[in-house]
């Protein structure tokens, strides 16, 4: 159980497009989500925390604007980077909390497989 | 200032021996400490949490232990597989206002066989 997909995982765009990446919980309702990005040999940031049908959180230093979040269900967030440039390659990784709600552990964060953006 | 540091920064060892990695934390007040498994390009995924009041924990090969008093906490891996080759990230999620979770660099684990 707790399984969290990432699609796509690996996407290849050019510079000024925007790109979409969806996060799924599969097998449980994930009323928080959070989206993180994680540079080479450095750890996960945590970019943005939504909750299902509200506005997304954004950590100090993120551009709301530019990393557009969209959480319309308990099982599906997805991360719109808008106008993308080079700087914006990275790991991106996303984690679902379901709660005592779903039968998990209140705290447990459960983590995609991540999507490896690459910007030309 | 919260921070979660750890040590060593890489480590090689060869396959079937045991290993043991630490973390030192300030985050404060304390709800729990996780450690993660982490592939090259992939996902983390949990191996471990504890609160205040666990000592030790166990997952498979994998025992975490935590000193919440010194504010150590350390990951022992037994019997090494060429398959535990990864980063292994210890964090700390504070309590009350200080709910976020603090992410060590992690350990870069390379087992050789």
């Known amino acids: 159980g707790a399984v969290v997909s990432q699609h796509p995982s690996w996407v290849i765009c050019k510079s000024g497009t925007s790109v979409k990446i969806e996060c799924r919980s599969l097998?449980?309702?994930?009323?928080?989500m959070f989206w993180y990005r994680q540079f080479p040999k450095q750890s996960l940031m945590l970019m943005a925390t939504?909750?299902?049908?509200?506005?997304?959180?954004?950590e100090q230093g993120v551009e709301k604007d530019k990393f557009l979040i969209n959480h319309a269900s308990l099982t599906l967030s997805t991360l719109t980077v808008t106008s993308a440039h080079p700087e914006d390659s990275s790991f991106y990784i996303c984690?679902?909390?379901?709660?005592?709600?779903?039968?998990?552990?209140?705290?447990?964060?459960?983590f995609g497989p991540g999507t490896r953006l690459t910007v030309t | 200032k919260n921070q979660v540091e750890q040590s060593p920064q890489s480590l090689i060892i060869l396959e079937g021996k045991n290993c043991t990695l630490q973390?030192?934390?300030?985050?404060?007040?304390?709800?729990?400490l996780r450690w993660y498994k982490q592939d090259t390009g992939r996902g983390p995924v949990s191996l471990t949490i504890?609160?205040?009041s666990e000592n030790t924990k166990s997952n498979g090969r994998y025992t975490a232990t935590l000193d919440a008093d010194t504010k150590q906490s350390s990951l022992h891996i037994t019997a090494s597989q060429l398959s535990d080759s990864a980063s292994y990230i210890c964090?700390?999620?504070?309590?009350?206002?200080?709910?976020?979770?603090?992410w060590g660099l992690g350990t870069s684990l390379a087992v050789n066989p």
């Open positions: 973390c030192n934390y300030t985050v404060s007040p304390f709800s729990n």
């Open positions: 964090v700390v999620s504070g309590a009350g206002n200080n709910r976020k979770l603090i």
């Open positions: 504890m609160t205040f």
């Open positions: 984690s679902a909390r379901g709660g005592e709600v779903a039968g998990l552990q209140a705290y447990e964060q459960y």
């Open positions: 097998d449980f309702q994930a009323t928080t």
């Open positions: 939504s909750n299902e049908g509200s506005k997304a959180t954004y």
